[in-house]
């Protein structure tokens, strides 16, 4: 389509120069899945259970319908986004036209920095490619078509990842679209029935060799796979060479959208699909992507308030995702213009307030032998080696909490996170149920807003 074209001199590259992910037979990982998934996950990452998706790119710049935009323009024609083009741009307009709108001038990485803090997140996962194909980092194989030579003329993924090591211990990771929608080496590759590997010859794996290089990301977050084969990509020789030599070895792990029906069955941590959220106990580490604004992972400048999941929204997601042995990526939409908006700063800001009194019951936890009650709605269950949890989303109207699970015995003791006095309950000694009274409080004095969490020491 309209995506700028080569120079000549990238065709010239030799193809032969590098055998990009050489895996010597000793190597500990070897490139196919059984071996891929031998691999632990790094403890980091089960522990962390909170991170930051950032969608930000080129999408950004028109901010309207969602990420996808220049698909939805140029590929499918979608009725509404062809509208929006024909009334606001001039007759002629490309989506590379939109890249020097790009320019990030509020972009203040340190800032940034400061929110993700606040917020409690132990890890954040930029885009540093999304399926339009702009790199957020100079990157040497795209060419006029990256952060450096048009539009924020600086290394975005490269300042970001220094702001968050210099102020923060939170993990930085990057996402990145194995596919492009537009570039014609990969359409031509996709023509042959990706019995060609032009693409990944010449973009994908000089691309993923240069971020993991230059950023030492610690999350790999791969999207973009469902079009083509794990083999078309050679997501087992990427993957191996990430485990077994690359300067991320020990601490990296990746999600597992490797290539067409990969997904939930391959990889490191299952993402599934997106928004994924069972509800019920998974053996295998998985992880919620979800979006603060329920319809787009990219800044939409006319998403109205209802549009935006609310703090109650957000801390359910945040307790059903956790007992289940999931981590919430909670995603924002930074604007063109390098902002993080009040509305988002102000959610990251609430979560980083609640994870201050409770906290304890989500890092760190390990799934519990139930996951909600059996009895009362809206409680779900995280333990640890000194206590088990019970996170109450609503307040009991009459204060008299009915916990259907826990057993408790003559040395069961019941705390509020957040407020030091034990809590009287009542039940009956190795058999399940426990009814527990609940303080009074004062709007002042209630220890948080949102959900409440009793800790219950000596429960079974
Ligand atoms: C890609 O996979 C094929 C088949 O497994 C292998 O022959 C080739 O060397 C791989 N290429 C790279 C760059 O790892
Ligand atoms: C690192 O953080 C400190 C304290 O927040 C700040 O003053 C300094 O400018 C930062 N350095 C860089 C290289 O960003
Ligand atoms: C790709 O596959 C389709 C359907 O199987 C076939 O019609 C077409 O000829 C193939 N194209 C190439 C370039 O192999
Ligand atoms: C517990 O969760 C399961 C699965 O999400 C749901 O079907 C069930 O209704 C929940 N139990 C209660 C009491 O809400
Ligand atoms: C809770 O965690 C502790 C420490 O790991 C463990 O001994 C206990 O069995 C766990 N309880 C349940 C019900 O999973």
Redesign the pocket.
């Known amino acids: 389509m309209d995506r700028p074209k080569f120079p000549p001199f990238i065709g010239l590259i030799p193809v032969l120069l590098v055998v990009f992910f050489a895996v010597c037979s000793s190597a500990q990982y070897q490139p196919n899945w059984n071996s891929i998934d031998s691999r632990p996950l790094p403890a980091w990452y089960d522990q962390s259970k909170f991170g930051i998706f950032i969608h930000w790119g080129v999408f950004s710049v028109p901010s309207f319908d969602n990420e996808w935009f220049w698909w939805k323009w140029k590929g499918i024609k979608q009725a509404d986004v062809v509208k929006f083009m024909e009334d606001n741009y001039r007759p002629g307009f490309t989506y590379p036209d939109f890249a020097p709108m790009f320019k990030a001038e509020f972009f203040d990485p340190n800032q940034w920095a400061d929110i993700f803090k606040a917020s409690g997140a132990k890890y954040i996962v930029l885009t540093s490619k999304h399926h339009e194909g702009f790199t957020n980092w100079p990157s040497k194989y795209s060419w006029n078509w990256n952060s450096m030579d048009v539009g924020p003329k600086r290394d975005l993924v490269g300042d970001l990842a220094a702001a968050i090591r210099n102020k923060t211990d939170i993990h930085f990771g990057l996402y990145h679209s194995l596919f492009e929608w537009f570039n014609p080496l990969y359409l031509q590759d996709k023509a042959n029935n990706f019995t060609t590997q032009e693409y990944c010859e010449k973009v994908l794996w000089p691309e993923l060799l240069e971020i993991v290089n230059a950023y030492k990301p610690d999350v790999i977050w791969s999207d973009g796979e469902w079009e083509a084969p794990d083999t078309y990509w050679n997501s087992t020789e990427f993957l191996a060479w990430l485990y077994n030599s690359s300067p991320v070895k020990d601490t990296v792990v990746t999600n597992d959208r490797w290539g067409a029906g990969i997904r939930c069955h391959h990889g490191g941590y299952y993402t599934c699909t997106d928004k994924y959220n069972p509800g019920v106990l998974q053996k295998h580490k998985w992880e919620n992507c979800m979006t603060i604004d329920k319809v787009s992972w990219g800044y939409r400048r006319n998403a109205p308030l209802a549009d935006y999941l609310d703090m109650d929204d957000l801390i359910e997601l945040l307790a059903s995702t956790v007992s289940c042995n999931g981590n919430l990526l909670m995603n924002i939409g930074p604007t063109a213009d390098g902002r993080i908006v009040p509305i988002f700063e102000e959610r990251l800001r609430s979560m980083g307030d609640w994870l201050k009194v409770n906290g304890e019951a989500i890092f760190e936890t390990?799934?519990?032998?139930a996951q909600n009650d059996t009895v009362t709605k809206g409680i779900w269950y995280t333990?640890?080696?000194t206590a088990?949890y019970a996170i109450v989303l609503d307040w009991p109207a009459d204060n008299q909490l009915v916990l259907g699970v826990p057993i408790p015995n003559s040395q069961t003791s019941l705390f509020m996170l957040g407020y030091n006095q034990p809590l009287k309950w009542s039940g009956i000694t190795s058999k399940p149920g426990i009814t527990v009274t609940m303080p009074q409080f004062t709007p002042d004095t209630l220890p948080c807003e949102w959900a409440w969490v009793i800790q219950m020491k000596m429960v079974?």
């Open positions: 390990t799934p519990w032998r333990n640890k080696t088990a079974q």
